[in-house]
């Protein structure tokens, strides 16, 4: 069993920066790929970044210049540092694992507004 437990969202006004944590706890070792994804209000979720063994890291197209997805493998600790964010980065954001099947934090909330 996996459990992953994020942090550090919060309201930020358009341009401003937050880093999200995402500490996972049970079997799970830097081969597993983390993740992280995020859902508006009435949207699906989405593929925010994305961090696969050997540290090699992907970002969605809306992201990409502004958002950096990192790991602390010996905190077993998964990072989103978002930077210069906009109106629309708004959302829930989820910490996702691959193990022996996909695990799901409980989600953090992100607003940018004025």
């Known amino acids: 069993q996996v459990q992953l437990v994020e942090s550090g969202g919060g309201s930020v006004q358009p341009g401003g920066s937050l880093r999200l944590s995402c500490a996972a706890s049970?079997?799970?070792?830097?081969?597993?790929?983390m993740a992280w994804y995020r859902q508006a209000p009435g949207q699906q979720r989405e593929l925010v970044a994305i961090m696969i063994v050997g540290g090699i890291a992907r970002s969605a197209d809306s992201v990409k210049g502004r958002f950096t997805i990192s790991r602390d493998n010996a905190k077993k600790t998964v990072y989103l540092q978002m930077n210069d964010l906009k109106f629309e980065d708004t959302a829930v954001y989820y910490c996702?694992?691959?193990?022996?099947?996909?695990?799901w934090g409980q989600g953090t909330q992100v607003t940018v507004s004025s």
């Open positions: 049970g079997t799970i070792s830097s081969r597993n790929t």
């Open positions: 996702y694992a691959y193990v022996d099947k996909a695990y």
